[in-house]
Nanobody
Framework: QVQLVESGGGLVQPGGSLRLSCAAS????????MGWYRQAPGKERELVAT???????NYADSVKGRFTISRDNAKNTVYLQMNGLKPEDTADYYC???????????????WGQGTQVTVSS
């Protein structure tokens, strides 16, 4: 069984920073892409940032220059450093891992349970 556990959410003032972490555990053979998504109240889930095994990154236009995604492959962990936070960044943040649990097996997407980020004064 695979689990993705997120941490690091909370309440922060506009302009502040937070660092989210997500660790994948369980029976994992290999992980390819990892990423962060978010869902604000009344809105659909949207991509925030993704990172490949080789650390190539992709960001939503709304977070470019403010957020940085990184990963530690040895720890099966992905991070999201969020600086210059704005009220519109308020959402539940979910991590995602595209992984397989045995050699030559299919890749599936796994999701964390979500961590809440609130940006408010």
């Amino acid at each position: 069984q695979v689990q993705l556990v997120e941490s690091g959410g909370g309440l922060v003032q506009p302009g502040g920073s937070l660092r989210l972490s997500c660790a994948a555990s369980g029976i994992i053979f290999s992980i390819s892409d990892m990423g962060w998504y978010r869902q604000a109240p009344g809105k659909e889930r949207e991509l925030v940032a993704t990172i490949t095994t080789g650390s190539s990154t992709n960001y939503a236009d709304s977070v470019k220059g403010r957020f940085t995604i990184s990963r530690d492959n040895a720890k099966n962990t992905v991070y999201l450093q969020m600086n210059g936070l704005k009220p519109e960044d308020t959402a539940d943040y979910y991590c995602n891992a595209h992984l397989r649990i045995y050699v030559r097996g299919p890749y599936y997407d796994y999701w964390g349970q979500g961590t809440q980020v609130t940006v408010s004064s």
